[in-house]
């Protein structure tokens, strides 16, 4: 129950930051307020502090476009946490919403709201230079001695043309005119340059590291320690979740996440709970690994040392015997169905095994059960290793003391690789239970520089599981929001994906938008999508008339190939006035857009899906939305295929479980590009009659707000 205390001061701070800055309340924003003040307020505590009770505190709200709901739940969440002296961790899905938090929202309320709070934002590894890596970068040229380990490697590795660079990178960084934090660097940095001086959380060796007391990483995240607000991002939450929580944010026994953007949630877990690793690849990980332990009795003089040394190449030995046996029967596998593939999208893949519900073939699953075996003996052998160069690092006096701890810190990145690949094995060869979801399991052909490599996938083909297990199950509470959670009306799908209890809070806050202002028109088209040159010749046909009267449009397609068609058809003059995704960045493509409008110049953006979310183009900068098709999602991955394969078996239609409820949240993103402010007007155009003919349809346009219907 929400104590009065605690009321107080929520209404309180939501009063004195209308005040502040002489704001109406807005109707959507302190319904909630409300929500998420009973569902966190009511949470019941016990010893240490620590939520009561097996059904977690967890408030699911679908706020619509102008609801305010950013500073909803930091009025509401803010006080909350503080009161029963927890923090609360802010995840969203992008750059743009995060930055506009940090640099926007939360000094907002801090200045306006007379609460008292710190915050921070926390960035991966992968934002920060790792000095391990630059020394050993730059160690050939700087003709170091205690990179015994890797020198050969780094002789063929570092491009002698970076050498300047990563100099000026050492020397700033170590005269502190530098934080280590590439987003602060004042040049753009390639990716090649980048992916020399960082590191993941697969390499790094943390505390093990002899540089960790130098690392901007782990000094960021000692800042971290002591904010109140944490921003991260939903990629950073669920590593952190994977590692037992606590080891980059707070634990979450002591944490309220509020995940905005939360939609992306479900997915984001799918790709994290994923695993992969190509077989040639394997071969050579694993003889690199040999040629750095043979030098290793050279530099440390350990009997029981050598030994490993002698022993781990060995296991690697018959290891890559395995992992060959399976490469060949992969190599010669006619009975399994291989897909072709030819879309560039799928980058070096060039064909695809994919296994009937995640079932692999019995001779190739008995095969990967000796693989993970040896994987298993391999990693007991690298813990003997590590725990013998930790218990001569005991010695401070050692002769040997640099050379062991570059090998201990060596040790812990390699450990960490051997379990990841021992993980993938594990997943890949486990049986498939038909009373628990599938797994998703396919081997993609890959084709580099004429070596054929055969890379194992596994994925689960919904993360709720692993959602449940690691964040809902353990986090003091939770506010997940979005302006598209539901689907066909219903939180019952995001629900399902996410793992959610039964006793979730859920609330639909509606928009102060005048939905009615806004004309959703189906024109009378000759053609359906399905008629896919004919309905691509009307799209070009009709555009120009379409646009003619719009300053900015938006015109958004499903199928990058009907883009590039309809591009081709319409007239010159016409494709002058169009900005087309892919021909430059999002960010110039918008900007671009924004400038001829303010130039009075007609402009229309053309593009796929990424322009049809967390895209904001308010006013004249879009007033007509073209939408070329409905956006229906063939599931043609191979974790969509699974996840199809097994409602099928459970006698579920998976076109209108998957298909059409993922379209009613597409069109709905699509659809609220157009309105952005209270101010704005326009139309919609569907250039698909299938809403209005399909018994689906009537389903679709009744998840979209309420726009005044026009069918011509």
Known sequence: MLNDALKNAIQGAYRQFLNEKDLKPRYGQKQMIAVLARTLGSIKTGDKDLRVGDNPYVAVVEAGTGTGKTVAYLLSVIPIAKSFDKRVVISTATVALQEQIVLKDLPDVQKNSGLDFSFALAKGRRRYMCPANLQLALSPSQNQQNTFLFEDELDQQTDQAMIPLLDELAQQFEAKEWSGDLDDWPDDLSDEVRAKITTDQHHCSGRKCP??????????????????????????????????????????????????????????????????????????????????????????????????????????????????????????????????????????????????????????????????????????????????????????????????????????????????????????????????????????????????????NTSPIQASDDLKTYLWQR?????????????????????????????????????????????????????????????????????????????????????????????????????????????????????RHKQRVDLGLPSVLVGLASLAEGVDLPGEYCTHVIIARIPFAVPDDPVGKTLAEWLESRKINPFFHISVADASVKLVQACGRLLRSEQDTGRITLMDRRIVTQRYGQALINSLPPYTLVVE
């Open 475 to 591: 986090c003091f509470g939770a506010v997940v929001t979005s302006a598209t959670l539901t689907a066909l009306g219903s939180f019952d799908r995001f629900k399902v994906n996410a793992g959610l209890f039964d006793n979730a809070v859920t609330q639909q806050v509606m928009s102060p938008f005048n939905w009615q202002s806004a004309r959703l028109v189906v024109p009378n088209l000759k053609s359906l999508p399905n008629q896919e040159q004919q309905h691509t010749d009307d799209i070009a046909l009709r555009l120009p008339d379409l646009t003619k009267d719009d300053k900015g449009s938006l015109v958004l397609f499903s199928s990058r190939r009907q883009l590039q068609n309809v591009m081709s058809i319409v007239p010159s003059a016409y494709r002058e006035k169009c900005l087309i995704q892919g021909e430059m960045s999002k960010q110039e493509l918008i900007k």
């Open 211 to 456: 540089m960790y007391n130098q690392c901007p990483f782990f000094e960021s995240r000692q800042a971290l320690e002591k904010c109140d607000v944490i921003v991260a991002n939903h990629d950073l939450v669920l590593s952190d979740l994977s590692l037992g929580g606590g080891f980059v944010l707070p634990a979450p026994e002591n944490t309220i996440y509020v995940f905005d953007e939360g939609h992306h949630l479900p997915d984001k877990a799918i790709n994290h709970f994923s695993s992969q690793a190509g077989l040639h690849e394997s071969r050579l990980w694993h003889k690199q690994l040999d040629r750095v332990l043979a030098r290793v009795p050279q530099n440390i003089e350990s009997q029981s040392i050598a030994e490993l040394c002698r022993v781990i190449p060995v296991i690697h030995s018959e290891l890559s015997e395995y992992i060959q046996q399976h490469y060949d029967m992969l190599d010669h596998s006619d009975g399994l169905p291989r897909e072709n593939l030819t879309d560039s999208e799928h980058e070096k893949a060039v064909a695809r095994i994919r296994f009937e519900l995640g079932k692999v073939h019995p001779s190739l699953r008995e095969q990967a059960e000796q693989i993970k075996l040896i994987y298993n003996r391999l990693l007991v052998q690298f813990n003997k290793l590590y725990d013998l160069v930790d218990d001569l690092l005991e010695d401070k006096d050692h002769s040997a003391k640099a050379d062991l701890e570059q090998l201990q810190s060596w040790l812990s990145m390699v450990m960490t690789e051997v379990e990841r690949r021992q993980l993938l094995w594990v997943r890949y060869c486990a049986s498939s239970e038909e009373s628990y979801l599938p797994v998703a399991r396919w081997v993609d052909v890959t084709d580099f520089n004429h070596q054929v490599d055969y890379q194992i």
